[in-house]
């Protein structure tokens, strides 16, 4: 029995340092990742530099605007509570800017729940 551990021992020391190589790279699944990532940068770079430049040009007037204009937006931030029941900003000819409320439904008016007193037949009547 002994003999035969020994065997085994030496046997399998060779196996352990190959093993081992293997498994210090990257697996499969690591390596399509990689791949995957480096062709998506690739194809965004053209749209990133656009979007940089961009920001380097419009940067420098949206930075004052939202110092000028911040301290406005945020009290009227504060002061609306549904933004859904307005309609989206329109600029007038003469520079205006107004944001106009959606209209409410009438209260008064009646509303159709779908519990009619049955189907109607073409001719008027009802059918039974």
Do not use: H
Not at 33 to 44: K, P, V
Not at 67 to 80: K, N, R, Y
């Amino acid at each position: 029995m002994k003999r035969f551990l020994a065997i085994c021992a030496i046997a399998g020391l060779p196996a352990l340092p190959a093993a081992a190589e293997e498994e210090t790279g990257p697996s499969l699944m690591e390596q399509g990742a990689e791949l995957f990532f480096e062709g998506l940068r690739q194809e965004m770079e053209p749209a990133l530099d656009s979007l940089r430049g961009m920001a380097e040009e419009f940067g420098p007037s949206i930075r004052s605007f939202l110092e000028v204009m911040g301290p406005a937006l945020a009290e009227l931030a504060t002061e609306v509570r549904d933004w859904s029941a307005y309609e989206a900003p329109e600029m007038l000819p003469n520079g205006d800017i107004i944001i106009r409320k959606k209209p409410q439904p009438e209260p008064d008016a009646p509303q159709d729940d779908g519990q009619n007193e049955g189907p109607e037949a073409p001719d008027g009547g009802t059918d039974i």
